[in-house]
């Protein structure tokens, strides 16, 4: 399943980082050609599976480029850092979703995936160390881009408890501690972080997660409210 990537002020100034940096970039080494270019090697449902990771890997390879060259120059800056995570996390997320016209990602592109997702968790672990304050959104994503990389999800489930002790109204981290139970065949302690989450009301773009915890709930024969649901223990 698919996880909502959690957005913060940190992510829209990553995100704006990348929009600049790679657009300055393309037209600094390209020129306006580049960017058109860049656009029309947009994968299709009728590009080859070998010709589709390649072009995927294009795009993101030229973003990584800018946002590597800018953590570069500002080393110790935190924003730089998670930036090239984020960076890495999309890359992989993309390759791990199925191509146009597909029920499933191919063979090629989760390949391709596993790569970036080795980089992405190894890029968070590095941000995380240039941190001065706790950032759950960022935390959260480092352990699922653990979970992938590793294919571990005790080391995930280590990273995202840590999300909901030291921020418990943090829904995404109930909703991926919830989810990493479940990896584990453990229906029944995914029970208390799905009902949390649920209790924190998400937004509405997350109604698919949403409908994940609630079916999840119902399939362990619990309810989707309870006493569990108001308090702060961490299971």
Do not use: C
């Not at 935190?78 to 090239?84: L, Q």
Request: no cysteine.
């Amino acid at each position: 399943m698919a996880l909502n990537k959690a957005h913060t002020s940190i992510w829209v100034k990553a995100l704006i980082i990348v929009l600049i940096v790679a657009f300055v970039s393309l037209f600094m080494y390209q020129g306006l050609a580049g960017i058109v270019a860049l656009f029309q090697q947009s994968p299709t449902a009728t590009t080859s599976n070998v010709d589709y990771v390649a072009a995927v890997n294009q795009q993101n390879q030229s973003i990584l480029s800018a946002l590597n060259a800018n953590l570069a120059s500002s080393p110790t800056s935190y924003t730089a850092a998670v930036a090239v995570a984020d960076a890495y996390f999309n890359w992989a997320q993309q390759l791990s979703q199925p191509q146009t016209g597909q029920s499933q990602p191919t063979t090629p592109a989760l390949a391709a995936a596993d790569t970036q997702w080795t980089q992405a968790a190894a890029a968070y672990d590095a941000a995380v160390k240039l941190s001065k304050t706790f950032d759950p959104p960022t935390e959260t994503d480092r352990s699922y881009a653990t979970l992938n990389s590793a294919n571990d999800a005790t080391a995930a489930i280590a990273i995202v408890k840590v999300v909901t002790q030291k921020a418990p109204t943090f829904p995404q981290g109930w909703f991926h501690l919830g989810y990493y139970y479940e990896l584990q065949q453990n229906p029944k302690a995914a029970i208390v972080p799905f009902r949390k989450y649920l209790a924190l009301h998400p937004s509405q773009d997350e109604s698919q997660s949403i409908a994940y915890a609630q079916q999840s709930l119902q399939a362990a024969g619990a309810s989707t409210t309870g006493s569990s649901a108001t308090t702060t223990k961490t299971p």
